[in-house]
């Protein structure tokens, strides 16, 4: 199975602040990264898929970088509502799988 | 508006079984691939199943292959999970989620999650 890492696992930062989230896999998954947004007591929101690519109504602050095992989720300027856990998703082979989540708060 | 309503959690005891469904809406059911992901209390994510929009094609990590059968029924837009021989380790909130291409792909759309608990 392929391991994807997400560092850190926690990060406080202030609102307007530039945010820069990683995420690495165990080996090479092309472009078949996804970022999720999970707000506390909610489900899973999709914000990027193939790495790069903003689902359909994801604020444009939300921007995903990255290919073959190296992956960033930058958020341009932090809002108050981006306090979540976000995780990042392989989708190049079976099974797929999740890293372990980076928890974002506001200082 | 995609929605995707699970239902049929609950408490079990170890050993014995359970079955899920996730009621669909809002799109053409037949033309996606479906999936559950799991989430034990206060921990990731867990893919459990992915099935194909036939049905002839199921997909299962290691950790539930054998116990956990996905299934659907197209007629009635609507996604199972038949969970056996339940271990403690089974405990989570279930998703149903969609597949956002008709291949094993990321998920557009999630349920709002239905818990399992399973304990003596």
Redesign the interface.
């Known amino acids: 199975?392929i391991q994807m890492t997400q560092s850190p696992s926690f990060l406080s930062a202030s609102v307007g602040d530039r945010v820069t989230l990683s995420c690495k896999a165990s080996q090479n998954i092309n472009k078949?990264l996804?970022w999720y947004q999970q707000k506390l007591g909610?489900?899973?929101?999709?914000l990027i898929?193939n790495a790069n690519s903003l689902?359909t109504g994801i604020p444009s602050r939300f921007s995903g970088s990255g290919s073959g095992t190296d992956f960033t989720l930058t958020i341009s300027s932090l809002q108050p509502e981006d306090v979540a856990t976000y995780?990042c998703?392989q989708?190049n082979s079976?099974?797929?799988?999740?890293?372990?989540?980076t928890k974002l708060e506001i200082k | 508006e995609v929605q995707l309503v699970e239902s049929g959690g609950g408490l079990v005891q170890p050993g014995r079984s359970l079955k899920l469904s996730c009621a669909a809406s809002g799109f053409t059911f037949s033309n996606y691939y479906m999936a559950w992901v799991r989430q034990a209390p206060k921990k990731g994510l867990e893919w459990v199943a992915t099935i194909s929009t036939s049905g002839s094609r199921t997909y299962y990590p290691d950790s539930v292959k054998g116990r956990f059968t996905i299934s659907r029924d197209n007629a009635k837009s609507s996604l199972y999970l038949q969970m056996n021989s339940l271990k403690s380790e089974d405990t989570a909130t279930y998703y149903c989620a969609r597949h956002a291409q008709p291949t094993v792909a990321h998920a557009d759309y999630w349920g709002q999650g239905v818990m399992v608990t399973v304990s003596s």
Do not use: M, N, V
């Not at chain 1, 909610?42 to 999709?46: C, G, I």
């Not at chain 1, 079976?94 to 989540?101: I, N, V």
């Open positions: 199975d078949y996804a909610e489900a899973p929101k999709l898929y689902q995780f998703l989708h079976w099974p797929l799988t999740f890293g372990s989540g």
